[in-house]
């Protein structure tokens, strides 16, 4: 596609509930990243995909949080027993040997 | 540890007059900055971004950043504000290593109204 895609664009859930956030890179980027945006602040890392490579997980706040992807392709990050501090902006990005291209994120918010 | 401060949170300036937002990084080596502009609803938007060479960098929309290392900043200018301009404004800093260009380190950034 012409840019980085997600969905979707905003998530109502409960506490608790499970939740899957879904990303699709510009074609042919080998590299994909996930960041949070909380309310009012900056982006924080949570994890980077680069091609077969294993992931840079150094971000992921808890073990509540994982991610994967196929390939260079599709992402999903997956957040366990949501809680209310999980609200945000989930913005991910692609690149491919330079600076990253974002989407326009999902915002999830966890009543 | 790398890290980046934006001191203004918050900006008002009239539409035609200049703007500076302010930068500071905190880096072991050279870093790679970025400036990204975030407006309501949509995603964020690269400006400009500094590598190497000349510490004058010109961006899009007419913005221009300058890198002091000295002063360890990469302030963001525009010499005259649209309405256009009102938006949220990021810094970020990287390693710019060949495999991980996009784990980078956001400022909080800096709110930007444009009044008329």
């Known amino acids: 596609g012409a840019g980085v895609s997600q969905s979707p664009s905003n998530k109502v859930t409960e506490k608790g509930k499970d939740v899957e956030l879904r990303c699709d890179p510009i074609?042919?980027?080998?590299?994909l990243y996930w960041y949070r945006q909380r309310l009012g602040q900056g982006l924080e890392f949570l994890i980077y995909?680069?091609?077969?490579?294993?992931?840079?997980k150094s971000g992921l706040p808890s073990d509540r949080f994982s991610a994967e992807r196929t390939g260079e392709s599709v992402s999903t990050l997956t957040i366990q027993r949501t809680q209310q501090e999980d609200s945000a902006v989930y913005l991910c990005a692609s690149s491919l040997g330079t600076s990253p291209f974002f989407g326009p994120g999902t915002r999830l918010t966890v009543l | 540890a790398q890290s980046v401060t934006q001191p203004d949170i918050h900006i008002t300036v009239s539409e035609g007059a200049s703007l500076e937002l302010r930068c500071n990084y905190s880096?072991?080596?050279?870093?790679?900055l970025f400036w990204y502009v975030q407006s309501p609803g949509q995603g964020l938007q690269l400006l400009l971004k500094?590598?190497?060479?000349?510490?004058l960098v010109q961006g899009i929309k007419g913005f221009e950043a300058e890198f002091k290392r000295s002063q360890s900043s990469f302030n963001l200018r525009k010499p005259s504000v649209h309405w256009s301009d009102a938006a949220e404004y990021f810094c970020?800093?990287?390693?710019?290593?060949?495999?991980?260009?996009?784990?980078?380190?956001f400022g909080a950034g800096t709110q930007v109204v444009v009044t008329p």
């Open positions: 880096y072991g080596a050279t870093p790679y």
């Open positions: 970020a800093v990287g390693a710019g290593l060949t495999d991980s260009w996009g784990k980078l380190q």
């Open positions: 500094y590598f190497s060479g000349d510490t």
């Open positions: 074609s042919g980027h080998t590299a």
């Open positions: 995909f680069q091609g077969n490579s294993a992931p840079d």
